[in-house]
């Protein structure tokens, strides 16, 4: 299955700030990365190219990296994802600057169930709480995006998962 998977959020601020915030990605003083509420980000060798990571059970690695402008990573895990993901900035204006999310990947059949029915509500409330904490960076009035009932149900089965593991 042909996936493709976009998430964008206009931010009030000049792109040279933004890209600032984008570079502590996957660092011990991260900015963007909602790690409070889902697993963290982390590679091998910091943001760069060819380094290895991922969050959770999703892997890949930078195949790419302009730090002003986008990092765009190769998924190497779970299985049957192939294709990429990468965040992309853009100055819309001098103030205002647009942050973008995009999967581009074909799926086998076992992963585009898993897709269709647990990955994809993940990643899109992830996605969100993520441009979440960079529009929240230079704002005071906070914003917090709300989790549909099916998202706040895997997040329950997952939470239980890791306790179940932890304890065995």
Do not use: C
């Amino acid at each position: 299955m042909q996936v493709r998977n976009i998430h964008r959020r206009r931010i009030n601020q000049p792109k040279a700030k933004v890209s600032e915030l984008f570079r502590t990605l996957a660092t011990s003083d991260d900015l963007i990365w909602p790690y409070e509420n889902w697993p963290a980000i982390k590679f091998s060798e910091g943001l760069n190219v060819g380094s290895k990571g991922g969050h959770g059970s999703i892997r890949y690695t930078i195949i790419e990296f302009n730090e002003d402008q986008y990092i765009k990573f190769q998924f190497s895990k779970p299985q049957g994802f192939m294709g990429t993901h990468e965040f992309k900035i853009e100055a819309l204006n001098e103030n205002l600057t647009e942050i973008r999310h995009e999967i581009n990947m074909q799926t086998s059949f076992k992963t585009s169930l898993l897709w269709i029915f647990v990955i994809r509500w993940l990643h899109d409330a992830l996605i969100e709480d993520t441009f979440d904490k960079v529009e929240n960076y230079f704002t005071e009035a906070k914003k917090k995006s709300t989790y549909n009932l099916w998202v706040k149900l895997l997040r329950e089965i997952y939470k239980r998962k890791s306790l179940q593991t932890k304890t065995a």
